[in-house]
């Protein structure tokens, strides 16, 4: 199984590569694809730090339903927002029910903890911030509980040792 990334958080002023419009990220979905991939995930422009409590699930919408129009078998799925004071599992995860609703969610998303990532500054080096990517284990058991009702696959998100020791009891 291949699943691309297309995107990430990263900008056009970092890489003028990287699919950023709708136009863009299905021209490089449907390309990956036809190179082999079965699942694409991809970011739309909400920051997964900060940022509104919930993520939109109209964006990933437009672009899946172009996807899917030419590849009615791809897995897609979203990314999500880190945990925040001023937000919720239920609103962090609330774009991921929307979609599985809408019927272009092939498979849930649940990431397995924290991953240290910020914004980077002129030379590279992350910036000097406060803040991270954080999924609690209580954000972990609403996700993995929301995505069995759901009903699709999940794709766990296991980026070092202990993510996959969270994981693995579920």
């Not at 998303?109 to 914004?119: E, F, K």
Request: charged share 20%; glycine share 10%; proline share 10%.
């Amino acid at each position: 199984i291949i699943e691309v990334a297309l995107n990430g958080g990263i900008p056009k002023s970092v890489n003028p590569h990287v699919p950023r419009t709708a136009d863009e990220i299905v021209a490089d979905g449907l390309a990956c694809i036809a190179a082999g991939a079965s699942i694409v995930h991809n970011h739309n422009d909400e920051p997964t730090i900060g940022g509104p409590p919930a993520h939109d699930p109209a964006p990933y919408e437009q672009v899946w339903r172009a996807v899917l129009a030419d590849e009615p078998d791809a897995l897609l799925y979203p990314t999500m927002r880190g945990w925040g004071p001023d937000t919720t599992i239920e609103q962090r995860y609330s774009h991921v029910v929307a979609l599985a609703a809408a019927g272009v969610l092939g498979t849930t998303i649940v990431d397995l903890g924290p991953i240290n990532v910020a914004p980077v500054d002129a030379d590279g080096l992350p910036e000097a911030v406060d803040t991270m990517y954080l999924c609690t284990f209580g954000d972990i058991d609403y996700d993995v509980r929301t995505a069995r009702d759901i009903g699709l696959p999940i794709s766990l998100a296991v980026f070092e040792p202990g993510h996959l020791r969270a994981g693995l009891p579920y």
